[in-house]
C-alpha cells in the first residue's frame, strides 16, 4: 500500500517570509509525487511533480519541491510567501502499480497555508 | 485548450434518490478518474476508466459506479443516496494514467443529499 503523510493541519507564515508545507510517503515502487493547491470552492490546480532526476522540482508560481530518497520526503516551498498563497495544500503519490496500466493516486489530508499580511 | 468541465456544479438530492454527475476531460486525455472530498476523509479515490473500461477502484459501496464513453467522457452513478454522500465529487484526467502521467483536475460537482 502507498500512504502520504502531511504532520501540518495548518501553517502560518508572514507575508515575504519563506514558507514550507511537508509531506513524507511511502511507496513501494519509484515514487510519483506531486503538488496541488486548492483554493475555497475550487477544483485542485497542478503546482508540479517529480518524475526523475534533478531532486529540485520547479513549478508554478514560484513553488518548488525537494525530493529526499533517505527521508523519503517531498517538502514544497517557497522563497517568498503572498497573501495570495493562501489556500489548501495537497501532496500525493503514485509508485504502486495498481494492474491494468494503472498507478492510483494517493493524497494526503491537506495543509492549509494562511499568509499573514 | 479547455480543461476539465464537470456537471453540474452543485446539486441538492433527498436520501434514496440517485444522482449523475458529468465529466468532459481535457482532449486526448483517454484516463478520467474520479474521487470524494469530504472534511472527515479527505481525498479518497472512486475509480478510473480508460478507454471505456474501468481498471481500478476504490473501497465505496456498490451504490458508486461509473462508465466512460467512447469520445473518453465519463460519468458517476450514486443510488439511494445517503446522508453520507455530501461531499465535493472532483473528476481528473490524464493521457494514459501512467505514473508520472499528470493528472488534471475539474471544479468539482458539489452534492448536497438533505
Known amino acids: 500500500a502507498q500512504s502520504v503523510a502531511q504532520p501540518e493541519d495548518q501553517v502560518n507564515v508572514a507575508e515575504g517570509n519563506p514558507l514550507t508545507v511537508k509531506c513524507t510517503y511511502s511507496v513501494s515502487g519509484n515514487p510519483y509525487l506531486f503538488w496541488y493547491v486548492q483554493y475555497p470552492n475550487r477544483g485542485l490546480q497542478f503546482l508540479l511533480k517529480y518524475i526523475t532526476g534533478d531532486n529540485l522540482v520547479k513549478g508554478s508560481y514560484g513553488f518548488e519541491a525537494e525530493f529526499n530518497k533517505s527521508q523519503t520526503s517531498f517538502h514544497l516551498k517557497k522563497p517568498s510567501a503572498l497573501v495570495s498563497d493562501s489556500a489548501l495544500y495537497f501532496c500525493a503519490v503514485r509508485g504502486t502499480y495498481s494492474g491494468a496500466g494503472s498507478y492510483q493516486l494517493t493524497f494526503g489530508k491537506g495543509t492549509k497555508l494562511s499568509v499573514i499580511p | 485548450k479547455a480543461g476539465v468541465t464537470q456537471t453540474p456544479r452543485y446539486l441538492i438530492k433527498t436520501r434514496g434518490q440517485q444522482v449523475t454527475l458529468s465529466c468532459s476531460p481535457i482532449?486526448?486525455?483517454?484516463?478520467v478518474s474520479w474521487y470524494q472530498q469530504t472534511p472527515g476523509q479527505g481525498l479518497q479515490f472512486l475509480f478510473e476508466y480508460f478507454s471505456e473500461t474501468q481498471r481500478n477502484k476504490g473501497n465505496f459501496p456498490g451504490r458508486f459506479s461509473g462508465r466512460q464513453f467512447s469520445n473518453s467522457r465519463s460519468e458517476m452513478n450514486v443510488s439511494t443516496l445517503e446522508l453520507g454522500d455530501s461531499a465535493l465529487y472532483l473528476c481528473?484526467?490524464?493521457?494514459?494514467?501512467?505514473?508520472?502521467?499528470?493528472?488534471?483536475f475539474g471544479e468539482g460537482s458539489w452534492l448536497t443529499v438533505v
Open positions: 481528473a484526467s490524464s493521457r494514459t494514467g501512467a505514473g508520472g502521467d499528470t493528472i488534471y
Open positions: 482532449s486526448g486525455h483517454r484516463s
